[in-house]
């Protein structure tokens, strides 16, 4: 597992972290790892975690850091993840970064970069507005404004300390999330270029 590229693409809910995965994805041959997809796949699967999880995400609630570092673990080691990946939505706590930097650790390998994707809360709930409007009958369940202001509380209460944590390692990076959806892609690779 040498040479892997590992990046982590943190901010706040709404930020912009999904969509700039996606773009980079393909040019970088690395994998899009976005936990919350992989619980919803659970959740539709109705496996004993999809089932365990879905309660706890509408709530706006996390899933314990066992199964998430679990589940990240065994993914990692896919094919399709051999270039490297990158983690959209984990880690949301310190002790999850710790305990990912632990498990990479072990398999010999480390965090290449950590980028924050910035945006004011106001901004975010400007966009889920629109986009629940785009999606009309189409809105997921969580994607409301109740829903993103409990977990704009728990990113500013638990999650927003990973930073300074990542910032001391020398890996953060940041970059203003309400530039337009090209310039923030541009900054992003240039970031990678340099990592």
Same mark, same amino acid.
């Given at each position: 597992?040498?040479?892997?590229?590992?990046?982590?693409?943190?901010?706040?809910?709404?930020?912009?972290?999904g969509t700039q995965? !996606?773009?980079? /994805?393909?040019?970088?041959?690395?994998?899009? %790892?976005?936990?919350?997809?992989?619980? *919803?796949a659970a959740v539709t699967a109705g496996t004993e975690l999809g089932v365990k999880a879905k309660s706890i995400m509408d709530a706006g609630a996390l899933v314990p850091?066992?199964?998430?570092?679990?589940?990240?673990?065994?993914?990692?080691?896919?094919?399709?993840?051999?270039k490297g990946f990158i983690l959209d939505g984990f880690p949301r706590t310190v002790p999850q970064a710790e305990a990912l930097d632990a498990m990479l650790a072990?398999?010999?390998?480390?965090?290449? !970069?950590?980028? /924050?994707?910035?945006?004011?809360?106001?901004? %975010?709930?400007?966009?889920?507005?629109? *986009?629940?409007a785009e999606a009309g009958a189409n809105v997921r369940a969580d994607d409301n404004?109740?829903?993103?202001?409990?977990?704009?509380?728990?990113?500013?209460?638990?999650?927003?300390?990973?930073?300074?944590?990542?910032?001391?390692?020398g890996l953060l990076s940041v970059v203003d999330g309400t530039l337009p959806m090209d310039a923030v892609t541009r900054e992003l690779e240039g970031i990678l270029e340099e990592r």
């Open positions: 597992m040498t040479g892997k590229r590992i990046v982590i693409f943190m901010g706040p809910p709404g930020s912009g972290k995965a !996606a773009r980079l /994805e393909s040019k970088y041959a690395l994998k899009q %790892l976005s936990t919350g997809d992989m619980l *919803r850091d066992e199964v998430m570092v679990g589940m990240i673990s065994e993914r990692i080691d896919q094919p399709d993840c051999a072990a398999k010999g390998v480390a965090i290449s !970069a950590v980028i /924050e994707l910035r945006v004011e809360d106001r901004i %975010l709930f400007d966009r889920i507005t629109k *986009r629940v404004a109740d829903t993103l202001r409990k977990r704009l509380e728990v990113y500013h209460q638990q999650t927003a300390p990973i930073l300074p944590y990542y910032g001391t390692k």
